[in-house]
């Protein structure tokens, strides 16, 4: 007996000790290190016609799924900072009616600040042509804005175009845009494996498995979305329609339009259409756009980084009454 009483108050004290030892010494929860990262932001009035607040670094906040993160800097694109580089890309498959839209392009090129670097290039099958490297002669780089060819091949896909375009591009420590003239249809892989016979619903027998014949949103926009977010560049766009009788489909025209708008969202930037028509003019689009320039910022911020270099997505929001932050959906963040 006095051995079980020895032995359940040695028990005791045990678990007192163990006790003890957890209060005296809780764990700690490690903070992973963090990592400087920086984006463009684009700071617009809520309503059209409001006035554009001002950005400060204690009225931005940032946040990586629920973690708040600290902001460093809240940087105008203006004065010193206020470089860009602008590439303007151009579908060749566009239908010729866009000729009297290209003065509207080269007005504003001519009108664009000495800050302002620009770029003129065309795709096509999968790919780019530059018909004008980055200049800050800007009646320079307005030469460089031809006629599109208007010519269409099964090798048209403007978001490969965009992803060759991107990779290609030297990075620099400034603003990089592109504005993309495009229907956004892809010929190349934007058709769906959708069997024709779902009005029947059931395959008639002996009849042979059916092609593809219905268009729908690239497999490509996901992938120019995230290598344009993986490289900081912002891209907005116009919708022209094509040249021929796909132009007139507005079944692929509306899955174009969906892939464009996707990217330009995802990317901070903004898709301008009207419907499925061509604009009158380009006028009032490049307007907003020249705004959406003169209003951004750079933004400074501590992220949390996985064990791999890769995109996080983040929120940007303000505390600014009547404001609406333009942003990309992710940033890169390296590995610790």
């Not at 839209?101 to 670097?117: E, K, M």
């Not at 375009?165 to 769906?192: A, H, T």
């Not at 993986?230 to 329609?241: C, E, K, L, P, Q």
């Not at 025209?253 to 330009?264: D, E, K, L, T, W």
């Amino acid at each position: 007996m006095k051995a079980n009483k020895m032995a359940g108050g040695l028990f005791s004290a045990i678990c007192v000790l163990a006790l003890s030892a957890r209060i005296a010494h809780p764990q700690v929860k490690v903070t992973p290190s963090l990592v400087q990262v920086h984006m463009v932001i684009t700071d617009q009035p809520f309503t059209e016609n409001g006035e554009i607040p001002v950005l400060m670094e204690q009225n931005v906040m940032v946040k990586q799924g629920e973690n708040a993160l600290k902001v460093d800097q809240v940087i105008p694109a203006r004065g010193d900072n206020a470089a860009l580089q602008l590439l303007i890309l151009i579908d060749d498959t566009i239908d010729s009616h866009i000729g009297s839209n290209l003065n509207d392009i080269r007005d504003f090129v001519n009108a664009q600040p000495a800050s302002t670097g620009v770029g003129i290039a065309y795709m096509s099958n999968a790919s780019f042509r530059i018909t004008q490297n980055f200049t800050d002669d800007h009646a320079l780089a307005a030469k460089g804005v031809r006629m599109p060819i208007g010519r269409v091949s099964t090798m048209d896909s403007p978001y490969l175009s965009l992803i060759n375009l991107v990779k290609s591009w030297p990075q620099q420590k400034v603003r990089r845009e592109v504005l993309m003239i495009s229907d956004g249809m892809d010929l190349l892989r934007g058709r769906s494996s959708s069997p024709t016979y779902t009005t029947l619903g059931f395959r008639p027998k002996n009849m042979p498995s059916p092609r593809t014949t219905m268009p729908s949103i690239s497999p490509d926009v996901d992938s120019a979305s995230a290598i344009c977010q993986r490289y900081g560049v912002i891209v907005h766009s116009i919708y022209a329609t094509r040249a021929g009788r796909r132009g007139r489909n507005a079944w692929e025209a509306q899955m174009g339009q969906s892939g464009i708008a996707q990217i330009a969202d995802e990317t901070g930037g903004e898709y301008f259409s009207l419907g499925l028509s061509n604009e009158v003019s380009f006028k009032p689009y490049l307007d907003r756009l020249q705004n959406i320039f003169n209003n951004q910022y750079y933004l400074e911020f501590q992220a949390v980084p996985a064990k791999k270099d890769g995109l996080q997505r983040v929120d940007i929001s303000t505390s600014v009454l009547d404001a609406d932050i333009g942003s990309a959906d992710s940033v890169w963040v390296a590995s610790k």
